[in-house]
T-cell receptor, first 117, second 115 residues
């Protein structure tokens, strides 16, 4: 079974600074997807960024980028120019690519990010 | 707005009761997933349906059941409720494509409080 670990329960960053959230995972599969989801106080789960394991290039979405190290099974999220609206719980998630009919997400424990003005 | 609709948003009920949570997936999505988020268990996968058929089961209790209807909406039934069932229940949906599936889009969740 796959596992996802986020070793930082809490992180804080100054507004406009850069912060990196860590995530490691364990799997025996070679083809899979990794995601970062954001959960603000509204509790809505919002997709931040997605990475396909077969792609070597790291995904980027505006101020959000990932550092995907497949051999090390590491998938960190970098938030640049942090904004107050980035304050939220961030979840790293894994999904197998074995089935085209979809597959469950396995989530990490989450990292609570605080952005200080 | 993710396009996934969950009703109700909040539900308060007594122990021993039965409730039904409803989910309407994004238009065209065939897969529906149910997740439970609680303080002690984190985000846990419960069950997945694909085009009306049960596809995968996770940590779903026997007191819980789900189904997906021909119009693709889904319902999660929770019975003999216990205090520990209090949690946020999410529905998510996704759509198959050539390589893998689209990412899962989540509804806003149903906050269940058992008193």
């Amino acid at each position: 079974a796959q596992t996802v670990t986020q070793s930082q329960p809490e992180m804080s960053v100054q507004e406009a600074e850069t912060v990196t959230l860590s995530c490691t995972y364990d799997t025996s599969e070679s083809d899979y997807y990794l995601f970062w989801y954001k959960q603000p106080p509204s509790r809505q789960m919002i997709l931040v960024i997605r990475q396909e394991a077969y792609k070597q290039q790291n995904a980027t979405e505006n101020r959000f980028s990932v550092n995907f190290q497949k051999a090390a099974k590491s998938f960190s999220l970098k938030i640049s120019d942090s904004q107050l609206g980035d304050a939220a719980m961030y979840f790293c998630a894994y999904r197998s690519a074995r089935e085209t009919s979809g597959s469950r997400l396995t989530f990490g424990e989450g990292t609570q990010l605080t952005v200080n003005p | 707005d993710s396009g996934v609709t969950q009703t109700p948003k909040h539900l308060i009920t007594a122990t021993g009761q039965r409730v039904t949570l409803r989910c309407s997936p994004r238009s065209g999505d065939l897969s529906v997933y149910w997740y439970q988020q609680s303080l002690d268990q984190g985000l846990q996968f419960l069950i997945q349906y694909y085009n009306g058929e049960e596809r995968a089961k996770g940590n779903i209790l026997e007191r819980f059941s789900a189904q997906q209807f021909p119009d693709l909406h889904s319902e999660l039934n929770l019975s003999s409720l216990e205090l520990g069932d209090s949690a946020l229940y999410f529905c998510a949906s996704s759509h198959p494509r050539e390589h893998g599936d689209t990412e899962a889009f989540f509804g806003q969740g149903t906050r269940l409080t058992v008193v």
